[in-house]
Nanobody, 115 residues
């Protein structure tokens, strides 16, 4: 099982990034997928979630209206489009796949928002 995140980097405040998470080794289309983030000295927090078929999404209040989660089950990939980025969005972003009690994590990709 692998979840490989990509797309992180350094961006100025107000900028955009698109994160991708490529999955392999499990039935991706059966799993709910989420993005989490963790900033230094802070607990990991849920950013966004999408159901297995992509019909429903949920977001943390701090990112509503700025971030969009989506998935392509044909490509076994989940995305996080991040717009209007703020310095407080700086964190390592992790992809998670969940099916019942089964949970898989990626290694994370760093996002830094700074001028």
């Amino acid at each position: 099982v692998m979840l490989v995140e990509s797309g992180g980097g350094l961006v100025q405040p107000g900028g955009s990034l698109r994160l991708s998470c490529a999955a392999s080794g499990f039935t991706f289309s059966s799993y709910g997928m989420s993005w989490y983030r963790q900033a230094p000295t802070k607990a990991r927090e849920l950013v966004a979630t999408i159901t297995s078929a992509g019909g429903s999404t949920n977001y943390a209040d701090s990112v509503k209206g700025r971030f969009t989660i989506s998935r392509d089950n044909a490509k076994n990939t989940v995305y996080l489009q991040m717009n209007s980025l703020k310095p407080e969005d700086t964190a390592k972003y992790y992809c998670n796949g969940r099916y019942g009690v089964i949970s898989y994590w990626g290694q994370g990709t760093q996002v830094t928002v700074s001028s």
